[in-house]
C-alpha cells in the first residue's frame, strides 16, 4: 500500500481564475482538488465522492454559497463535512449568517493563497486532533471494559508455531476479531473473522460472535464432535436466530490444529482463500471454502477441508483490509496482488518476521482503509 | 441520494451514482434500497457501471438489503460489475446469494 492518502478538498467557484489559482497552489500542497463551477456541480460530486473539507464561494449565480450550505445540511451524508466559506464580502452580518449555518470559517477573498492554505491546513489539523481525541477517550472506555478482541498471545505448541498481527482502521476499535484456543494438548482452534463494516458499529457486535464462537467450539468439544464444518454450521444458526444480530454479517476463518497428526482442517465463511506454502515443492497454493457469511442464511453450506502440512509448511490467512490498495486516488480490492506480494517472502527461515517489515510495519494511518489481520502458522520441523 | 432508479413493468432499475461503496454511503444505500422494496417493488435490477471498489461496510449493506428484499418475496439483482468488484464478491461467495447478470436486457431476458 505505497501511496498516501491525500487530503480531497471541494472547490466551489464560478470565477475561473480564481478557481486555476487555488486549484495549483492547493494541488503544489498536496491536496486532492474537486472542482465545481456551481453549487448544482459540486452536488454532482458529492454524490460520488465526499471530500475531507469543502471551500465554497459565496457569489454564485442560481444557487449561492448559502442555498448551497443549506441544501449540504438537509443530507444525512453530507452535513458534517468541514465547510469553509470564501467571499468578497467582509460584511458581519453576512459573516453571521454564515457561521451560523455552521460554516467553520470564513475567508475573505483577496487574503493572500498562502494564506488561505495555512487556514485550510488549519482546520483540517485541529479536526483531525479533536477527532482523535474522542476516538481515544472511546478507546480507553472499551479497554476498561477489559473487553478484547485479539489474544495477547499465541499459546506453545507442540508441532506448530502461531504468529498473528492485527492493526484497526484509524485507531478504532475493531471489526475483526482473533482468538487461539488450545481446548487440549492435541487440538487448537483459530479463529479469524470480519464483522461487515466499520468502526464502533462493528466492533460492538465483535463480543456477540465471539462469544457464540467460543461457546460452539467449547460445546463441540464436551461432545468430542470435532466436525468444524459442524462447528460453523452451529455459530450460524445462533447468528441468524438472533435478533440482536439480523443486520450484521461476518466473515469467519476456523482452524483445528491438530499436534498428533499435524494436519490443519479448516472451514470459512465468505472469508478469502487461505494461501500454503509448500517447503518440499516451493509452491504456493490457496484453499478456498465454500461457507457463506455468518448471517446470510441458515444454510451456509460450509465445508470441511484438509490440509496437509509438511515439516516447514506455512499457511497463512487474512481479512479484507490487506487486500485493498489505493491506487491513482481510488481504492481497489486486489487479492492477487496481495499474494504476489506476500509469497515472495514464504518458505523463509524467518518469514513471518520478514512479512512484518516489508508488508506490516509499511501500513500506517495514511494508507489503511479497513480494519487489516493475518494469522501465520507454521508446522515446527520435527 | 445514491441511486438513479427507473421504473418499467413493475421492475426497478437502479444505478449506484457512487464510485466507491464505503462506509460513507453504506447507510444512506441501504435504506434507498429498502425504500424501494417497502413500496412493494418484486424485483430491483442494480446497476454497478460506475462502482469500481466496494468495502465491507458497503457489502454488509448489499447483502441486509437481499435478505429484507427476500422476506418480502422480492429480489434483487446485481449487473454490469467491473471485474475487480466481480472477482470480490466471488471470492467471498456473495456471488452464491445474489443472481448476477452482463446487463440489464440480460436480466431481464432471465424472467422470460
Known amino acids: 500500500m505505497p501511496n ?15 478557481m486555476k489559482l487555488m486549484q495549483m497552489a492547493l494541488t503544489k500542497e498536496n491536496y486532492t482538488c474537486l472542482v465545481a ?26 444557487m449561492d454559497g448559502f442555498a448551497f450550505r443549506h441544501a449540504l445540511l438537509k443530507n444525512p451524508m453530507w452535513k458534517d463535512i468541514p465547510f469553509v466559506f470564501l467571499t468578497a464580502h467582509s460584511d458581519e452580518t453576512l459573516i453571521l449568517e454564515g457561521l451560523n449555518l455552521n460554516a467553520i470559517d470564513y475567508i475573505v477573498k483577496g487574503t493572500p493563497v498562502s494564506v488561505i492554505i495555512s487556514k485550510i491546513t488549519n482546520i483540517l489539523v485541529s479536526l483531525r486532533t479533536e477527532h482523535e481525541r474522542s476516538v481515544q477517550e472511546l478507546r480507553n472506555a472499551a479497554e476498561s471494559l477489559n473487553v478484547k478482541t485479539t489474544p495477547t498471545a499465541a499459546p506453545e505448541l507442540d508441532k506448530f508455531t502461531i504468529d498473528f498481527w492485527h492493526r484497526s482502521f484509524q485507531n478504532y476499535p475493531s471489526g475483526d476479531f482473533i482468538d487461539i484456543i488450545k481446548v487440549n494438548e492435541r487440538f487448537c482452534f483459530v479463529v479469524m473473522g470480519d ?26 468439544v464436551l461432545d468430542k464432535n470435532f466436525t468444524i464444518a459442524e462447528i460453523l454450521e452451529k455459530v450460524n444458526s445462533l447468528v441468524c436466530i438472533d435478533e440482536s444480530l439480523s443486520n450484521i454479517l461476518s466473515s469467519m476463518s476456523l482452524l483445528m490444529l491438530d499436534n498428533q497428526t499435524g494436519y490443519i482442517h479448516y472451514s470459512g465463511a465468505g472469508d478469502l482463500p487461505l494461501v500454503k506454502y509448500n517447503t518440499a515443492t516451493g509452491q504456493i497454493t490457496s484453499f478456498t471454502s465454500s461457507g457463506l457469511l455468518l448471517g446470510i442464511s441458515q444454510n451456509g453450506l460450509y465445508d470441511d477441508q484438509l490440509i496437509e502440512m509438511e515439516d516447514g509448511d506455512q499457511l497463512l490467512l487474512f481479512t479484507d483490509g490487506l487486500i485493498d490498495i489505493i491506487e491513482d486516488e481510488h481504492t481497489k480490492s486486489d487479492y492477487h496482488s496481495f499474494v504476489e506480494q506476500i509469497s515472495a517472502y514464504m518458505g523463509k527461515k524467518d518469514s513471518f518476521s520478514i512479512i512484518s517489515k516489508e ?18 502458522i507454521q508446522k515446527k520441523i520435527s | 441520494m445514491t441511486l438513479k432508479t ?21 447507510d444512506q444505500f441501504k435504506e434507498e434500497i429498502l425504500g ?21 461496510s458497503f457489502l454488509g449493506s448489499l447483502v441486509v438489503a437481499l435478505k429484507y428484499a427476500i422476506s418480502k418475496g422480492a429480489d434483487i439483482y446485481l449487473v454490469e ?17 445474489f443472481k448476477i447478470f452482463k446487463d440489464y436486457n440480460e436480466a431481464i431476458a432471465s424472467l422470460k
Open chain 1, 359 to 376: 508488508i506490516l510495519q509499511k501500513i500506517t494511518g495514511d494508507n489503511q482503509v479497513d480494519d487489516a489481520s493475518i494469522i501465520f
Open chain 1, 195 to 220: 464483522i461487515m463494516g466499520k468502526k464502533w458499529k462493528a466492533w460492538f457486535f465483535t463480543f456477540g460472535f465471539l462469544s457464540y464462537i467460543r461457546s460452539a467450539i467449547r460445546f463441540c
Open chain 1, 4 to 18: 498516501k492518502l491525500q487530503k480531497k478538498i471541494l472547490l466551489v467557484e464560478d470565477n475561473p481564475v480564481m
Open chain 2, 6 to 26: 427507473e421504473e418499467a413493468n413493475g421492475i426497478v432499475q437502479a444505478t449506484i451514482l457512487f464510485q466507491e461503496g464505503s462506509v460513507t454511503n453504506a
Open chain 2, 81 to 97: 460489475l467491473k471485474a475487480d468488484v466481480h472477482s470480490l464478491l466471488h471470492l467471498i461467495r456473495i456471488d452464491k446469494v
Open chain 2, 36 to 56: 424501494i422494496i417497502g413500496k412493494g417493488t418484486k424485483l430491483i435490477v442494480l446497476n454497478f457501471k460506475n462502482v469500481s471498489y466496494v468495502d465491507s
Open chain 1, 37 to 62: 463551477d456551481s453549487a448544482a456541480a459540486a452536488i454532482e460530486i458529492l454524490r460520488k465522492q465526499i471530500p475531507d473539507i469543502i471551500l465554497s464561494d459565496y457569489e454564485m449565480p442560481e
